[in-house]
């Protein structure tokens, strides 16, 4: 099994940018799908995530109205995008897989995303 986040970057406060997890090695359909973050210094947080069988959504309330997950089965990725950036929004964001029966996970590598003036 393999996560692969991508699409982290600097941008200034209020832009945006496009986080995406491409999934091998797993059936898709078994899984909620989503993005945690950890900042320096702190714990880490769920934002976000999609169950991919019915496209069941949670947000955080840290990112709701503002960023916004999605799904493509064929492509086998999830992408997280991310609107109106804030200087808090700085973290290490990760790519999680959790197998809804099972409760199994598998987490990708990290991809930073920093807000920066």
């Known amino acids: 099994v393999q996560l692969q986040a991508s699409g982290g970057g600097l941008v200034q406060p209020g832009g945006s940018l496009t986080l995406t997890c491409a999934v091998s090695?797993?059936?898709?359909?078994?899984?909620?799908i989503g993005w945690f973050r950890q900042a320096p210094g702190k714990e880490p947080e769920g934002i976000s995530c999609?169950?991919?069988?019915?496209?069941?959504?949670f947000y955080a309330d840290s990112v709701k109205g503002r960023f916004t997950i999605s799904r493509d089965a064929a492509k086998s990725t999830v992408s997280l995008q991310m609107n109106n950036l804030k200087p808090e929004d700085t973290a290490v964001y990760y790519c999680?897989?959790?197998?809804?029966?099972?409760?199994?996970?598998?987490w990708g590598q990290g991809t930073l995303v920093t807000v920066s003036s």
């Open positions: 090695g797993l059936t898709m359909n078994h899984y909620a």
């Open positions: 999609i169950t991919i069988d019915d496209g069941m959504i």
């Open positions: 999680n897989a959790v197998r809804i029966l099972t409760r199994r996970e598998y």
